[in-house]
């Protein structure tokens, strides 16, 4: 084989290696920790302290301490081949050489790049692992309980993704004035737009580093369902967000408010958030389709497989197609689990179920890991001590200004009030991760954007090990129960029961022809109280009032 | 986020959907198929044509037919930056442009170049799918057949790959001959070592092949355990001879026969294999240990991702050491069937055995999409027609020459006969796939290369089509049973319960201390005949007497 390939396959094969070993060794250690009662520590942290190791490790051997880091071959891949010849042929000695024009030098461009740059690609990771985990999220989601909250949980997660956002974007703002005022930094350094794109990219919390949490200390279910669902949903707001302010800023409009670019942004908003649903519905309705009309059923592993595949290309279409990939899967798992996996057989459900927790539990361990490696190894880390206190002081009022006014104004109307207790924990929860990560990651070629990689870098590391850290014996001082074991069917049941009860027959006569939906759910779901046509069995999850829902 | 990062991912993201919607195609289809009685076609074959429909589908709407096909951009990463500097700054009005050194142009190095070579790196592939197919083959291998068939799959395997080798080498030998004596190639363009390196890549029969048609007709389970041992093992047989070649090649020694080359070739194919043999069986032993004496079972989930990372750990640090990856794997896959499994709690074992068998599912189709759409989508295909009848006919007489000689051999020494049936079926079943595959993929510098390349293929899809299609009249015609069920644990207790009754006391007791191993046994393996100090218990599954094996 070539040198250059053979060299190229040998650090892809390292590179893999190593990062296997680092989940080995992360889930090792997390597990004996906590067989010796350190409970305190899980595997996003520690997933995230092994990766630093190794960066640290690698860093040390491959330059020493620091000062030669910029010598490094940075492989700067931001600007497009627009003017420049695509290769060039230089004539030496005997052959030609063939050489690749990779991209143009400036000052203002050096990507991330580290050793493994030309044989890796954290896309890869990200293509690979965010879905499985997002959809994983999505697909266990106690359906009763969700349907239970789920006005608390829009709530949160899309007026308190905005609410984030912009104060977030202010406060920043402001301490970037302060910077200009103290003469570190010049005045045109840091746009508004600049701190709202930060405030939009760092203010959902993360799926991954919640469910960790939740899951581990099995808190109260509906504490479980308002944090994760709140962090499920908000990812899907910040990334949309964070698309339609970089729309409005590319649109020129910077300095100042300019309303038709604002217009269009939120017009995009919203159009990146419903397309994205139509998508991953459309491949809900797909895969219910399959599964319902034909007999794939009678062979588990192809139920499985074709399942995965339509799961996971929702993902891939929605970001062929220009909208939100995530969006598109969560929607998706949240609907593949209402209706599809009503047609897979037992078997099915559980191979599904067991494959894409196992994904899950790797992929979280996979891009924590990364996320630490890079916290040492990425070369042009810009650290402004006071943009990041700006950034960890944000966060925090930005949070309790979303929280307690939302929590205040839901408990108007909910019947269950959410206890101060949880409106504390619920404050308390905010950490940031995979999907903050993989948002600022896009765009490291500007000194504006690395201040960015790297606050938002310190925000995760600091809400995954020091929050992470503090929640079992905040839960304890707050009262909150944990250990709490998922709910049963027959709970679930008689509460479908109870609520069935109280609606007149004359009104269940009605009910089909007022809804056709419940048509298309007949159509999709062959579940027993569809076909026996109770109210219940015949509106499709989203639509069904409050309590009605079928828990898994 | 930069142009051209943003158009490598949208390829990256647009390649993978096409791979998921190939997969789920063929899935479709081949079920539907059978559904419909035409059980002639199978995964793999189904997944080759959809990949050449692919193939043929881009290269007509990337460049029309055929002419324009060298105009395509080829990037050739063969030959290193030896004395090229390897990063060229060219100043272009106002920006430094850099421009990376890619390799050397010449004549004899259009590697395999499609457009997607900078997003795509087939070696993911092989990476991410092949161990997983490996593994799974062995791990999921009958235990008890394969021991009672131990010494005639280990014949067929590596004295069958050795005959098979030398007579296909020979036989295109004489074709390469030929084709000087018509003028159609020059005496120099293929040595022996050569024909004897193309004889080494194409002597395994495809365990993935096999495995598909094997598992869909349910033969005989001693055919399938000898078919399927033999295509397990000889890859490993395979691999190594094909280094061994190529290390006693690079040794300049090529014309004339040079005994120190060679039995450093020798030397080295023995230190390989057992080198691979003992890092594959540390992993196992490894994870035997880890599952044995912690409390990990207590948790599937870890237990799970623990088993899965070290087996595939195996085949990244045999890569990573310069030994063989698939060998590694396969040995590793053999023991943790053998001793870890009995330490996995019940849905410990469920969970591996499903989880590896959806990604060896899903790696067979994703590994024959790519063989048909690399078919018709590289661009430097030589086809030579001698060539090609050369090796279309020394693969069938090598098969020949080296399954019945084999089998009357081992006839004289078996109390249960090969029947005449099983070899005529072992003859005709010589499918090639995804090994010899990714042992041709590796150099297509050369002319040879290329041509070895472009013949491989055709032997692959032809085995896979003609013969893959024909094996079920073939089995009718034979007379051989289908649709048998594995054996269940009844049978394989009462073997040996049976053999155990066979043993006098005395010699129990002697036992222990004749053979160490015994000690090894009871320190990684918990089963209960272990405990109980039974011979059957007390022997590592290899060294004990044929009959004896707990079936899984």
């Known amino acids: 084989m070539s040198g250059t390939g053979k060299t190229k396959q040998d650090s892809a094969t390292l590179l893999l290696l190593a990062a296997v070993g680092l989940a080995l060794i992360t889930i090792l250690t997390v597990w004996k920790l906590k067989q010796l009662k350190y409970r305190l520590i899980n595997e996003t942290g520690g997933a995230m302290f092994f990766g630093m190791l190794l960066g640290l490790t690698v860093r040390c051997m491959l330059f020493g301490w620091g000062e030669q880091m910029d010598d ?12 420049t010849p695509h290769s060039v042929t230089v004539n030496n000695t005997s052959n030609f050489h063939r050489i690749r024009h990779v991209g143009k030098v400036s000052q203002r461009c050096p990507s991330v790049s580290t050793p493994h740059t030309e044989t890796f690609d954290p896309e890869v990771l990200f293509n690979l692992f965010l879905p499985p985990i997002i959809f994983h999220g999505a697909y266990t989601l106690n359906q009763k309980r969700f349907i239970l909250n789920l006005g608390s949980v829009f709530t949160f997660a899309f007026l308190g993704t905005i609410i984030n956002c912009i104060i977030v974007g202010a406060c920043v703002y402001g301490f970037t004035r302060l910077m200009v005022l103290l003469g570190r930094a010049a005045d045109g350094d840091f746009f508004l737009t600049d701190c709202l794109l930060f405030g939009a990219m760092v203010s959902a919390t993360d799926p991954v580093a919640v469910l960790g949490l939740l899951s581990e200390l ?15 949903l908000n990812d899907a707001g910040a990334i949309v967000l964070t698309h339609a302010i970089t729309t409005y800023s590319q649109m020129g409009a910077e300095p100042n408010f300019d309303p038709p670019a604002f217009l269009l942004s939120v017009g995009y908003f919203l159009g990146v958030l419903a397309g994205s649903f139509l998508l991953g519905f459309t491949f809900t309705v797909t895969t219910a389709l399959l599964t319902k009309f034909t007999r794939l059923r009678e062979n588990p592993l192809l139920e499985t497989s074709v399942f995965f595949l339509l799961s996971w290309s929702s993902f891939l279409a929605a970001k ?84 307690y006014p939302l929590s205040f104004l839901l408990n108007l109307g909910r019947t269950t009030k959410i206890p101060r207790t949880f409106q504390h924990f619920m ?86 022809s007022t809804f056709p939906s419940a048509l298309f759910h007949l159509c999709i779901c062959p579940d027993l109280h569809a076909v026996k046509g109770t109210w219940s069995g015949q509106l499709p999850g989203f639509m069904r009032p409050e309590g009605q829902q079928r828990g898994r």
């Open 427 to 512: 404050m308390f929860a905010g950490f940031r991760g995979a999907v903050a990560f993989s948002l600022v990651r896009r765009d490291t070629s500007t000194e504006v954007g690395r201040t960015i990689f790297s606050t938002t870098l310190l925000l995760v590391g600091f809400t995954t090990w020091v929050l992470g850290t503090a929640a079992d014996p905040m839960l304890r001082r707050l009262n909150i129960r944990v250990g709490v074991e998922a709910d049963d069917d027959t709970e679930d049941l008689s509460v479908e029961a109870r609520l069935h009860s109280l609606i007149p027959t004359t009104l269940l006569s009605l009910l089909p």
């Open 72 to 83: 490094m071959e940075t492989v700067c891949i931001c600007g497009g081949p627009n003017n």
């Open 218 to 232: 099995r808190v109260d279910l509906d504490l479980h369902t308002l944090l994760f669902g709140e962090s499920v």
């Open 320 to 403: 062929a197609s220009g909208l939100s990939g995530i969006v598109a899967v969560l929607f998706c798992g949240l609907s593949q689990a209402r209706y599809t996996i009503h047609n897979l057989s037992s078997e099915g459900r559980c191979r599904t179920k067991q494959l894409f927790e196992v994904l899950n539990f790797l992929g979280e361990i996979f891009i924590f890991s990364y996320m630490g490696y890079v916290l040492l190894m990425f070369p042009h880390h810009v650290f402004k001590a006071l943009f990041i206190t700006g950034a960890f002081l944000s966060i925090f009022i930005s949070r309790a200004c979303s929280i």
